[in-house]
Nanobody
Framework: QVQLVESGGGLVQPGGSLRLSCVVS????????IGWYRQVPGKEREGFGCIDSTRDSTRYVASVQGRFEISRDAARNTVFLQMNDLTPADTAVYYC??????????????????????WGKGTQVNVSA
């Protein structure tokens, strides 16, 4: 059974950094795609970054490119999201997600969000002075 658990959220000042973790079980660490999404109240959940182990690649939307970095540690079954230079616009609940058919193009183009099978419960990030 696939399970994802996010952690690491919290309150940070503008310009600060946070590192989120997504512990994943039930997947093949040689062949996976993990997407990162975020959601603010009243808006749809949106994908902003992705890691693809098969292609050994990551992709990001323009608004986080250069500030966010996704990495993985197979020994710890964990995908990390390093977030730097945070702004109030980054305030949201952050989720990691996966399924057998997920690909990074789908994540960053925000396609078929509701069709993704496996989600964590999310972790809240607040960026405020």
């Amino acid at each position: 059974q696939v399970q994802l658990v996010e952690s690491g959220g919290g309150l940070v000042q503008p310009g600060g950094s946070l590192r989120l973790s997504c512990v994943v079980s039930g997947i093949s660490w040689s062949n996976f795609v993990i997407g990162w999404y975020r959601q603010v109240p009243g808006k749809e959940r949106e994908g902003f970054g992705c890691i693809d182990s098969t292609r050994d690649s990551t992709r990001y939307v323009a608004s986080v490119q250069g500030r966010f970095e996704i990495s993985r540690d197979a020994a710890r079954n964990t995908v990390f999201l390093q977030m730097n230079d945070l702004t109030p616009a980054d305030t949201a609940v952050y989720y990691c997600a996966t399924d057998r058919l997920l690909d990074c193009s789908t994540v960053v183009r925000n396609h078929n969000v509701h069709a993704v099978d496996y989600w964590g419960k999310g972790t809240q990030v607040n960026v405020s002075a």
